[in-house]
C-alpha cells in the first residue's frame, strides 16, 4: 500500500562509514519530535566517501523504507550530512558600501558574496558560507545586521569546501535511492546543532565526534563557528586493530570493542577475562580484558592527539572554555571522556541529542547526533526564513500605512483592513510552502 506524502515532515540522512540512518521529524511549537526511524549497515563508504554506489544505494533505501514504515509517510527530500578527508575550510571577510543608510537583506547577500569571492580550485565546490559576525562602522559583534543604519558594512564568514566528485557521488547515491537532496551539511556543523548549548558556544567549545570512518571538529567561540575539520581516522581503526591485535574476524572485534571495550587500561580490573572468538573455525580464547583495552588506548590517545593538534592550529585553544565535547557511535566507548579529559586538560563530556519529542528515547544516543543535527538544521533554517518573510511583511505594512497617510492626509482606516488581509493570506500561504 502507497504511503501518503506529508508536508509537516522533516528528514535528516546520515550516510556514515558503518552506518546509514534517517530519522523522521515534525516541527511543533516547541521544537522537534521524532515520529520515524531507519538504520542499515554501511558498506559502499571508506572514511567517509563514497566507494562502491550501488552498495550505498542499497543500504539508503534499507533505511529509508525502515523510517517510512515507522512514521508512516513517503519520503521523498532530505538533509544530508556530508564528511570525509577532503573537506576543508577556511575563514574570510568582505566589505561593501550601504547606498540608503540602511541594511537591508540585499545587502547582507551582497557582503556575504563578498567574503566568499576567495579562490577555490575547480576540483573544489563550496558547501557552506556560515556567517560568524557582522561590522557597521567599525562597531563589531553584530549578529542581525538588518534595519540597522550605517554606510560600512563589513561580514567575517566560515567557508567550508569539499571534493566536487565526492559530494556529486553522494547526490547521486541519494538519487538513485529515489530521494532528492535538499541540501549537504556538513556532519559535524549537524552535529553541533543536536548537542551543544547556547551557553557552550559561547563561552567557546569543541565537539569532536567520532564516527566509523571520519573524527568530525567543529570549534565555536562566541556563538559563531570559527573552525571546522575532518580528519580520516575513526572507529573502524579501533576495530581493525583489535582484530589483529586478538587474531579474529573484523566483525567479531566490532562485538568485543562495543561489549568490552575501554579506552583507559586503568580503569579495568586486571583479573576480569574475555573470550575471543577464532579465526576459520579454530577454537575460542579466553584473554585478559586488560589486554583488549591496551591495544584500544594507544588508537584512541592518537586519534585525540590529532585532534589536539588541529585545535592548536585552529589559533582557538585559549578561548574554548568549556571545554571538550565528544559524540559520535565511538565516544560511547567506556573511558573515553577520562582518557579525553587526561590528554587535553580541559573538562569534557559526552553529548547527546537535546530537547527532543516524540521518540526521543530512540535517538538518545550519542551515534545519532548528526542525524538528529540535520533536523535541527533544517528547522533552524526554516525558521530563519520565516524570520525574513515576517521582517518582508512588517516593512510592507510600515510603507503601506505612510501612503495611505499621504493620500489620505492622514485618515488611514480606509481600506487598509482589505490590503492587509490580502499579504497577511499571501504570507500564510508562503511560509505554509517552506514546511
Not at 556530508?82 to 547582507?108: F, P, Q, R, W
Not at 567549545?205 to 568530525?216: H, P
Not at 576480569?272 to 588506548?297: F, N, Q, S, Y
Amino acid at each position: 500500500m502507497a504511503r501518503a506524502q506529508r508536508k509537516d515532515v522533516i528528514v535528516g540522512l546520515d550516510i556514515g562509514t558503518t552506518k546509514i540512518c534517517a530519522i523522521v521529524g515534525e516541527t511543533t511549537e516547541n521544537g522537534i519530535d521524532i515520529v520515524g526511524i531507519g538504520t542499515h549497515p554501511s558498506s559502499g563508504l571508506r572514511k567517509g566517501v563514497v566507494i562502491n554506489i550501488d552498495s550505498t544505494v542499497e543500504s539508503i533505501k534499507k533505511a529509508i523504507e525502515e523510517a517510512e514504515l515507522m512514521a508512516g509517510c513517503e519520503i521523498r527530500t532530505a538533509y544530508v550530512g556530508i564528511a570525509g578527508g577532503h573537506i576543508s575550510s577556511l575563514n574570510s571577510h568582505g566589505i561593501v558600501a550601504i547606498k540608503d543608510n540602511e541594511i537591508t537583506e540585499n545587502d547582507v547577500k551582497r557582503v556575504t558574496e563578498a567574503a566568499k569571492a576567495v579562490a577555490i580550485p575547480l576540483d573544489r565546490e563550496v558547501i557552506h558560507v556560515i556567517p560568524q559576525e557582522f561590522i557597521i562602522d567599525d562597531q563589531d559583534g553584530i549578529k542581525e545586521p538588518v534595519g540597522m543604519c550605517g554606510v560600512r558594512l563589513e561580514a567575517k564568514v566560515h567557508i567550508v569546501t569539499g571534493a566536487v566528485s565526492s559530494a556529486q557521488n553522494i547526490v547521486k547515491s541519494c538519487n538513485k535511492a529515489g530521494i532528492a537532496v535538499a541540501e549537504l551539511v556538513l556532519e559535524p556543523i549537524a552535529s553541533a546543532e543536536a548537542v551543544l548549548t547556547a551557553d557552550e558556544r559561547e563561552l567557546g567549545v569543541v565537539l569532536v565526534d567520532i564516527g566509523g570512518g571520519t573524527t568530525d571538529i567543529a570549534i565555536y567561540s562566541q556563538s559563531s563557528l570559527v573552525h571546522t575539520a575532518v580528519l580520516a581516522v575513526g572507529g573502524n581503526h579501533i576495530t581493525n586493530d583489535i582484530a589483529v591485535g586478538l587474531r579474529t574476524p573484523q566483525n567479531e572485534a566490532e562485538k568485543i570493542k562495543l561489549k568490552h571495550g575501554c579506552a583507559m587500561a586503568s580503569m579495568v580490573n586486571p583479573d576480569e577475562t574475555i573470550e575471543v572468538p577464532g579465526v576459520g573455525g579454530r577454537k575460542p580464547r579466553t584473554v585478559l580484558r586488560k589486554l583488549l583495552a591496551e591495544i584500544i588506548e594507544p588508537r584512541i590517545e592518537e586519534i585525540f592527539s590529532l585532534v589536539q593538534r588541529e585545535v592548536v592550529k585552529s589559533g582557538y585553544q585559549d578561548l574554548v572554555a568549556s571545554g571538550i565535547v565528544l559524540t559520535g557511535g565511538a565516544s560511547i566507548l567506556e573511558g573515553m571522556p577520562e582518557l579525553a579529559e587526561f590528554i587535553f586538560d580541559m573538562p569534557v563530556k559526552r553529548g547527546m541529542p537535546l530537547g527532543l519529542g516524540g521518540l526521543k528515547d530512540v535517538v538518545n544516543s550519542p551515534k545519532f547526533a548528526t542525524a538528529v543535527g540535520l533536523l535541527r538544521y533544517m528547522a533552524n533554517k526554516t525558521a530563519g526564513r520565516a524570520k525574513g518573510a515576517g521582517r518582508m511583511f512588517a516593512k510592507f505594512q510600515t510603507g503601506k500605512v505612510q501612503a495611505r497617510e499621504k493620500s489620505a492626509g492622514g485618515n488611514v482606516s480606509e481600506g487598509l483592513t482589505g490590503a492587509y488581509d490580502k499579504v497577511r493570506t499571501s504570507m500564510k500561504g508562503w511560509i505554509k510552502d517552506l514546511f
